[in-house]
């Protein structure tokens, strides 16, 4: 069992304003999970992805975007 915290980092592309999610890639090899939560509130709930599901919801979203 491993207790690494997430990292959480915002996207590069997130200079909208501050309407930005944070994700914790680091926990993807270890768990298969995606945490996201919002960057404006850090202490808000997090939601938890699994990696397959969150990896194809965005690349729908790039995809819509071209």
Known sequence: ???E????????YSNNGGQC?????NLVALRGMVPVRDSKNPSS????FRA???SSFTASI???TR
Do not use: G, N
């Not at 915290?5 to 590069?12: C, V």
């Not at 999610?21 to 890639?25: C, K, L, M, P, S």
């Not at 709930?45 to 938890?48: A, G, H, M, N, Q």
């Open 45 to 48: 709930p997090v939601l938890t």
């Open 5 to 12: 915290s997430p990292r959480w980092f915002t996207s590069s």
């Open 1 to 3: 069992m491993t207790t």
């Open 52 to 54: 397959a599901t969150f």
């Open 62 to 64: 790039k995809a819509s």
């Open 21 to 25: 999610v944070e994700i914790a890639t």
